[in-house]
């Protein structure tokens, strides 16, 4: 009896984690962070909806904290054995996992110190630092394109999945003792786009009984750009930012997007396609990741600069400390700026902000996919304030994004992608996307000749049989008695009043700010007040 359920990332983009049950070994497929609505970050501190204890192995198709980020709660909850992934993989988790149980730590300090203040319980860490050291210690690298046998009968083997540095999807071979029959299962993990630096593009086998595939970008096909568009986008947008005078902000994930940035500002600079202004890198873990990233220079596709040169043009300054981090903030002009957090919600990104976003001179550059309800999204909303650690700044700088720098395929990609896999005999399971990138992406297959009743698009927390051929689906655990996730309601994965709220309660600030009078003011207020009153 082969089982496959899907514990997270079915409906929604996070929370990556699938179970394997044949012949009574349990094989989990990433153990991903939920990010996103409060409801959705809410499933962080539920328990797992499985024995953590009985599971055997973990396989992990990449380092994004999305797919791995709860394996040092799995840790916690008493797993034991080991985490297959790729040796990039394992090198970018040596700083990422550190970096995470840091900020679950003083998460957990913040939110005690304030119910400490209310008479309210201490609250307990998802996970520590000691959990995340732990995790660390039960990897177990293998390398891409080869098999393994990580437990008796069961064969595994890494591809090149081209999304970020260590990638991979996930192939896996075992017969099932029930019905005697050889099952070939293929985990796309996240996938990346044909176009890319430093990775080729997602490849693999074909014939399969089943592909679990992601479907980030199922509904969205993007404008097809050559690294040499790009390069050309971001030189136009650097060379405005610095004639404006002020400095260029540049909200940046820690993890590929900046060094793809670092590589394609150094080649600009090299070839004097932009002035040699100062690039400050101002993240502790892009830094870390920016020296892994060095060590696998060897491996890297489309380099433009010796192996030696990569990430150190002399105009280049990586920050480490505070002090030296709190010194940006006296320059005044023409200075490139790269932080994270990517979408502009945490660490030292914020600071620069605060200093930069309401001079007129000074540009805030976006590079990355910014999620509704970031700060990120709320400054490219065109919004004329943003609150930043409790105040309310004005928006005055340029504000410009750059939309083709991405880690995914898109929609034509995820297609072909899947189409090169067949044939599928069993069936294609889509996750990792909303409902509708989901719905779009499985229309589409079917016109392409795919058997529409082959495509299934699992709920959260549904487990199929997978012994009969094709799925048989057995529900979702919500609707079986003792579920420890009953009460969880799909439809809380995209509905977000939170975000609704925030953004609302700025508009009222500006409404108020913009009225003719205190008597014009007043009367707002009235108008509100009578509404709650009606309910
Ligand atoms: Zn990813």
Redesign the pocket.
Same mark, same amino acid.
């Given at each position: 009896m082969s089982t496959l359920s899907f514990f997270g990332a079915a409906g929604t983009v996070t929370g990556s984690c699938s179970l394997i049950e044949a012949n009574g070994l349990n094989v989990l497929v990433d153990c991903g962070l939920f990010q996103g609505n409060k409801a959705t970050r809410a499933l962080n501190y539920e328990p797992f909806p499985f024995d953590a204890e009985s599971v055997d192995l973990v396989l992990l198709t #990449?380092a994004?904290t999305?797919?791995s980020g709860l394996l040092p709660k799995l840790v916690k909850a008493g797993f034991s054995g080991p985490i297959y992934c790729t040796e990039p993989t394992a090198d970018l988790l040596e700083f990422m996992m550190r970096d995470s149980a840091k900020i679950q730590e003083s998460e957990a300090e913040r939110r005690s110190r304030r119910n400490q203040r209310r008479g309210q319980d201490e609250v307990e860490p998802l996970f520590t630092m000691e959990h995340a050291e732990n995790t660390l210690k039960q990897l177990e690298t293998v390398s891409l394109d080869s098999w393994f046998e990580p437990a008796s009968g069961f064969h595994v083997r890494f591809q090149n999945a081209g #999304?970020?540095l260590g990638s991979a999807s996930a192939e896996i071979h075992y017969k099932d003792a029930s019905s005697q029959n050889t099952m070939r299962l293929l985990f796309s993990g996240?996938l990346g786009p044909d176009e890319k630096s430093f990775h080729e593009e997602p490849g693999g086998d074909a014939g399969f009984d089943y592909v679990i595939c992601e479907s980030t970008y199922g509904d969205r096909e993007r404008d097809d750009y050559t690294l040499k568009q790009r390069r050309e986008a971001l030189k136009r947008e650097l060379n405005a930012g610095l004639e404006r005078g002020g400095n260029i902000v540049i909200p940046c994930f820690a993890v590929e997007r900046t060094q793809e940035l670092l590589h394609d500002i150094g080649v600009l600079m090299e070839r004097g396609e932009i002035p040699g202004a100062t690039v400050f890198l101002d993240s502790p873990l892009a830094r870390k990741v920016t020296s892994v990233f060095v060590d696998y220079a060897h491996t890297l596709d489309d380099i433009e600069l010796p192996e030696n040169e990569l990430f150190r043009n002399p105009n280049f300054r990586i920050v480490e400390s505070v002090d030296e981090s709190k010194a940006i903030n006296r320059i005044e002009g023409g200075a490139i700026i790269i932080s994270a957090s990517g979408m502009a919600d945490a660490g030292r990104i914020q600071h620069h902000l605060k200093n930069n976003i309401w001079k007129r001179n000074a540009t805030v550059l976006f590079v990355g996919y910014q999620a509704p309800g970031t700060t990120g999204a709320h400054i490219l909303s065109g919004a004329s304030d943003v609150r930043i650690h409790g105040k309310e700044f004005k928006i005055r700088a340029t504000i410009r994004r750059i939309g083709n720098y991405s880690a995914h395929a898109d929609q034509s990609e995820l297609i072909d992608w899947i189409l090169e896999r067949g044939p599928v005999v069993g069936g294609l399971f889509l996750n990792h996307g909303d409902n509708e990138a989901r719905e779009e992406l499985a229309r589409l297959l079917s016109e392409r000749g795919m058997d529409a009743d082959k495509i299934w698009m699992p709920h959260f927390d549904e487990s199929f049989d997978l012994s009969a051929g094709t799925p048989q689906s057995k529900g979702r655990a919500k609707d079986k008695p003792g579920s420890m996730r009953a009460g969880f309601d799909e439809a809380e994965l995209t509905r977000d009043w939170y975000t609704e709220y925030a953004s609302f309660s700025i508009d009222l600030s500006n409404a108020l700010e913009q009225a003719e009078s205190d008597t014009a003011r007043q009367e707002i207020l009235k108008r509100l007040k009578e509404t709650l009153e009606t309910k």
């Open positions: #990449h994004h999305d797919h #999304h970020i996240d």
